[in-house]
């Protein structure tokens, strides 16, 4: 098993920047591949970035792309992802996932291809 952890989130206005962490413990050899996801009230869950074991593949939502930065420290059991120029429309909860999956071709953005999830964050950006 897997526990994710995630913690960053809180209240930022439009334009800022945060940095969400996720933490993972118990078996992390199971953390092959990591991605974020997003869900706001009355919405699918979506796609945010991913990253592969050693961090040098990386991919990102076109909603996100230029402005976030997925990376991982395996040292420390932990993913971030940062985050820039922030809108209103990037309010949700943000939620890590975990897969013992290789990163490869593109399964990786769909929900439900991850064993494992986060309890989530919620980001609200807002003035």
């Known amino acids: 098993q897997v526990q994710l952890v995630e913690s960053g989130g809180g209240l930022v206005q439009p334009g800022g920047s945060l940095r969400l962490s996720c933490t993972a413990s118990g078996q992390t050899f199971s953390t092959s591949t990591m991605g974020w996801f997003r869900q706001a009230p009355g919405t699918e869950r979506e796609f945010v970035a991913a990253?592969?074991?050693?961090?040098?593949?990386?991919d990102y939502a076109d909603s996100v792309k230029g402005r976030s930065t997925i990376s991982r420290d395996n040292a420390k059991n932990t993913m971030y992802l940062r985050m820039n120029s922030l809108k209103a429309e990037d309010t949700a909860d943000y939620y890590c996932?975990?897969?013992?999956?290789?990163?490869?071709?593109?399964?990786?953005?769909?929900?439900?291809?991850?064993?494992?999830w986060g309890q989530g964050t919620q980001v609200t950006v807002s003035s």
């Open positions: 996932a975990a897969s013992g999956r290789i990163y490869s071709g593109n399964w990786y953005r769909r929900h439900s291809e991850y064993g494992y």
């Open positions: 990253i592969s074991w050693g961090g040098g593949i990386t």
